[in-house]
T-cell receptor, first 124, second 111 residues
Framework: DAMVIQNPRYQVTQFGKPVTLSCSQTLNHNVMYWYQQKSSQAPKLLFHYYDKDFNNEADTPDNFQSRRPNTSFCFLDIRSPGLGDAAMYLC???????????????????????FGAGSRLTVL | QKEVEQNSGPLSVPEGAIASLNCTYSDRGSQSFFWYRQYSGKSPELIMFIYSNGDKEDGRFTAQLNKASQYVSLLIRDSQPSDSATYLCAVLAGTASKLTFGTGTRLQVTL
């Protein structure tokens, strides 16, 4: 089945020790997103790639970086994790960019997000 | 004012009853509206999306959109214990290229 796969599912790191989370997709979607979700909070968009174009959210800390070496893979790098970075990190994909000019393309699900299972990060 | 607001709950309904989940949004130019279900410790999964005013039905689920009043709701008929989860409302604002999520409403379906 086509899907979005995240690894690792659980990651424990020490304060300040770099972490890389990976996401792969077999959906051949153009857009890949990274969300951060803390307990009982809404998923918060960190950044997304539309094909190779990187789009960073204005309030995403510099501590968070991303790479998309090819269509199928996307990585989230946390350079110096702090205690406040403990969260579930969700990778998602969509066929087209959310906000595509015609909302009617959305009727076909073009900008529907498909989420991976998530990577839960614990910082000690 | 939050961009997307949901009552955090928990909303408790007996098995077989109708659960009604509500979501209001601030951007009048919002175009598209999505409901995701999230089980504890799991990732969100899409239930349905709606773009036009009115109702959209899919099995036991009905999404209702009222753009004039800026709210979208999700009705779950014949609620089952397996429906117990957090339901996230997500809105595609008219001026943004991202989905904004609400904090979710936790639904508990009791036996």
């Amino acid at each position: 089945d086509a899907m979005v796969i995240q690894n690792p599912r659980y990651q424990v790191t020490q304060f300040g020790k770099p972490v890389t989370l990976s996401c792969s997709q077999t959906l051949n979607h153009n857009v890949m997103y990274w969300y951060q979700q803390k307990s009982s909070q809404a998923p918060k968009l960190l950044f997304h790639y539309y094909d190779k174009d990187f789009n960073n959210e204005a309030d995403t800390p510099d501590n968070f970086q991303s790479r998309r070496p090819n269509t199928s893979f996307c990585f989230l790098d946390i350079r110096s994790p702090g205690l406040g970075d403990a969260a579930m990190y969700l990778c998602a994909t969509s066929r087209d960019q959310v906000g595509s000019p015609s909302p009617f393309t959305s009727a076909a699900g073009a900008n529907v997000l498909t989420f991976g299972a998530g990577s839960r990060l614990t910082v000690l | 004012q939050k961009e997307v607001e949901q009552n955090s709950g928990p909303l408790s309904v007996p098995e077989g009853a109708i659960a009604s989940l509500n979501c209001t949004y601030s951007d009048r130019g919002s175009q598209s509206f999505f409901w995701y279900r999230q089980y504890s410790g799991k990732s969100p999964e899409l239930i349905m999306f709606i773009y036009s005013n009115g109702d959209k039905e899919d099995g036991r689920f009905t999404a209702q959109l009222n753009k004039a009043s800026q709210y979208v709701s999700l009705l779950i008929r014949d609620s089952q214990p397996s429906d117990s989860a957090t339901y996230l409302c997500a809105v595609l604002a008219g001026t943004a290229s991202k989905l904004t999520f609400g904090t979710g409403t936790r639904l508990q379906v009791t036996l």
